[in-house]
């Protein structure tokens, strides 16, 4: 078959629908359009290595310019699509129409912004994409003062990059621990030791009531009035997905574009992968938005392969990690709704695993230090299994035992 496949979103999404295309033999024509200037790229080392100047800005491309001309994808850039109109199967960009037999919806997420008075005072900056990264690493320099709102991890990667390059850094989050969406306790407070032991001030349990400008520069000012003096702010307080493209073309949308286990939307000539996806997983029996390199290929894989005729349905075990300072945390699962954990091994070795468990099913594994417990967890969570927890927290045996033969 030789269909028009357009995929809109040039990101690591998009790229993955594109080349998994053509690793499935698909003969028609691909189109990638995306509103960035720069070819696909990785987005975790903007928080991490490209942030601290250790990356140049070709070592970000997930694939050289060559590989798209070697695989006829037509690739368009700085182009944002304006308009899909699924009945006549047509996407309205820089004032013209290109038309699609398939196409993919690949938008990713944006920054969520801030609705407080102040929030759009200069030198506020929020981080998603490269030209973010080219905004605020010239403002790094020794001794400026850099006040972080929102303790995730993109904050607190920012954080540990900042403060190493001698910035003064202060984090303010609401929850009363950091990252308390996605890891338990003994996690936060291990975070929370390593980034006050390098001088990072962190500000737990306050909300934001507002943003201020005087002459000595900026001020985040909390809901219990105390002012914190900075130079630059930098707002990372989540992610929205970009679905409005979606809903306006009258597709479903739930917190993202809702796909079925093949990435088919509502209309079925319309998938979408990554980011801006709300799927059903059968795994954990509810629908996911995910916000990973994991999920942005592994379901643009099996857009490609659906595309093409295979029959293939996207269950996966999401899996995550964030770097800061030497210190890797690798997630594997989801813990919401665990009903309780185990901690293996002694955080002040800086070396841990933390396991969640939804009655007696292991559901989520966080590994400080610890990538072999990460590896093993993978497959241990992919097949549903129940573990003994005492035997788990003793680190005399090993661990896969307490899961049985
Ligand atoms: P994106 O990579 O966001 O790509 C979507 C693209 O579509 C964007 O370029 C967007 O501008 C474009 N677009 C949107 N609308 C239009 C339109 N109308 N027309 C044309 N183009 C459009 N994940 C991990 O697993 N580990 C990590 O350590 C990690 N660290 C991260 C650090 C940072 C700072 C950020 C921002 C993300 C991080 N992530 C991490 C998340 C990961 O990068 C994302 O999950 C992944 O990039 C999602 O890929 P995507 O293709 O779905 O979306």
């Given at each position: 078959m030789h269909e028009q496949v357009v995929i809109i979103g040039a990101g690591q999404a998009g790229l993955s629908v594109a080349q998994s295309l053509r690793e499935n033999a698909h003969a028609g024509s691909i189109t990638l359009i995306g509103d960035e200037e720069l070819a696909p790229y990785q987005r975790p080392p903007l928080s991490k290595k490209f942030l601290a100047g250790e990356l140049t800005d070709e070592r970000l491309?997930?694939?050289?310019?060559a590989f798209f001309e070697k695989q006829a994808i037509d690739l368009r850039l700085g182009k944002a699509v304006e308009g899909i109109n699924c009945a006549t199967g047509v996407v309205q960009v820089d004032g013209a129409s290109i038309s699609f037999d398939k196409l993919v919806l690949t938008t990713g997420t944006r920054p969520r912004s801030l609705s407080l008075p102040?929030?759009?005072?200069?030198?506020i900056h929020v981080l998603r994409a490269v030209a973010d990264v080219k905004r605020l690493r010239p403002l790094l320099a020794p001794g400026r003062r850099l006040v972080i709102i929102g303790g995730g991890y993109i904050g607190l990667e920012v954080a540990a990059v900042a403060q190493t390059l001698g910035v003064s850094v202060t984090v303010i989050e609401a929850?009363?621990?950091?990252?308390a969406r996605v890891v338990a306790a003994p996690v936060s407070a291990f975070y929370e030791d390593v980034h006050r032991a390098r001088g990072v001030t962190l500000v737990l349990g306050r909300g934001i009531a507002g943003l201020e400008r005087d002459a000595a520069g900026l001020a985040a000012v909390t809901c219990d009035q105390v002012r914190y003096c900075a130079d630059l702010v930098l707002v990372a307080v989540g992610a929205v997905p970009n679905m409005e493209l979606a809903a306006a073309a009258g597709l479903k949308t739930d917190d993202g574009i809702v796909v079925d286990a093949q990435g088919r939307t509502s209309d079925p000539r319309v998938f979408a992968a990554g980011d801006c996806t709300r799927f059903p997983s059968a795994l954990y029996g509810r629908t996911l938005r995910l916000e990973s390199v994991q999920n942005a290929i592994d379901q643009a894989k099996v857009v490609g392969a659906t595309l093409t005729g295979a029959d293939v349905r996207y269950n996966p075990v999401p899996w995550f990690w964030s770097d800061q300072y030497d210190v890797k945390l690798q997630i594997v699962g989801l813990s919401h709704g665990h009903t309780h954990h185990v901690v293996r091994g002694d955080p002040a070795t800086r070396s841990f695993s933390v396991f969640y468990f939804d009655g007696p099913r292991l559901i989520a594994v966080d590994s400080i230090n610890r990538p072999r417990d990460h590896m093993l967890a993978r497959r241990f969570i992919g097949a549903e299994v129940s573990g003994d927890v005492d035997q788990l927290a003793s680190e005399s045996s090993a661990w896969e035992s307490a899961f049985g033969p």
């Open positions: 491309l997930l694939k050289p310019l102040g929030g759009n005072l200069p030198n929850q009363d621990r950091v990252m």
